[in-house]
C-alpha cells in the first residue's frame, strides 16, 4: 500500500518536505525506536534471505528515514491479521520491481516502538505496467483499489507482501500476518477489509 497518488509528479500526502517532516515525528515519538535482533525470524529461501540480509539495517526506522522512507502514520489491521505501519520510498517506483528495493517498508507497534516484520513491493497503475508483475516465483496480488483512508480508492495498483523478520501462519507471502501486532501506544490505527480488484487493459 501506499499513499503515492502519482509518481510521476509526487505524492498526494507525502509530497512535501514539511509534510514528510511531520509523519516522520508523529511516527517516531512516544517510544524507543530502535530494536534489537528477533529469534522468530521464518526460514528463507536463499533469495529471500539475500533481501532480509539487505534490509536488516531498517530495523532502526531512523535509518530508513534517513534512505528516503517515510511513514504513513496508521497501523494497518485486517480481520485476518495486521500489517503494521507502512514506510514508503516513492522514489523507488516504476513499472519493474526490483528485488532488492521494496518500496514500502512494514513494522509492528511492540515493545515501546517500531518493530521490522516485513516488506511490500508496490506497482501503480500510473506508472506504466503493462502486466502483472512478479517476483520469487510470486505474481502480485491485485491490480486493486487503494486502500482507503490510507490512500485515495483511485489509486490502483499491483502489491506484493513479504514476512521476512516475522513468521506469518497464512503464509510468507499472505498480505495480513496475526503475528504482528498493533497493540500499544499509538495514535492511528485503522481497522480496512480487502478492496475490490479493478479491471486492466492487458
Avoid at 532502526?60 to 507502512?86: E, I, K
Avoid at 497503475?125 to 483499489?145: D, H, K, N, Y
Wanted: proline share 8%; aromatic share 8%; net charge negative.
Amino acid at each position: 500500500m501506499s499513499v503515492c497518488a502519482n509518481a510521476g509528479t509526487g505524492c498526494a500526502f507525502l509530497g512535501r518536505s514539511a509534510v514528510r517532516t511531520a509523519f516522520v515525528a508523529g511516527a517516531l515519538a512516544g517510544g524507543t525506536v530502535l530494536q534489537s535482533a528477533t529469534a522468530a525470524e521464518p526460514e528463507l529461501p536463499p533469495e529471500l534471505a539475500e533481501v532480509r540480509e539487505a534490509v536488516a539495517k531498517y530495523r532502526d526506522p531512523l535509518v530508513a528515514v534517513r534512505d528516503g522512507y517515510f511513514s504513513t502514520l496508521a497501523c494497518v489491521r485486517y480481520p485476518d491479521g495486521n500489517m503494521g505501519v507502512h514506510f514508503l520510498n516513492t522514489r523507488l517506483l516504476g513499472p519493474e520491481p526490483d528485488p532488492m528495493k521494496p518500496q514500502i517498508l512494514l513494522y509492528e507497534v511492540a515493545d515501546g516502538g517500531l518493530q521490522l516484520a516485513g516488506v511490500e513491493w508496490f506497482v501503480p497503475l500510473s506508472t506504466g505496467v503493462e502486466s502483472t508483475p512478479q517476483l520469487f516465483g510470486q505474481a502480485f496480488e491485485g491490480p486493486m483499489e487503494g486502500h482507503e483512508p490510507i490512500m485515495p480508492a483511485a489509486l490502483h495498483h499491483y502489491d506484493l507482501h513479504v514476512w521476512l523478520f516475522k513468521n506469518n501462519p497464512n503464509g510468507l507471502f499472505h498480505h495480513a500476518n496475526p503475528n504482528v501486532s498493533c497493540d500499544g501506544e499509538w495514535g492511528y490505527t485503522v481497522e480496512l477489509s480487502p478492496t475490490d480488484h479493478v479491471e486492466t487493459s492487458h
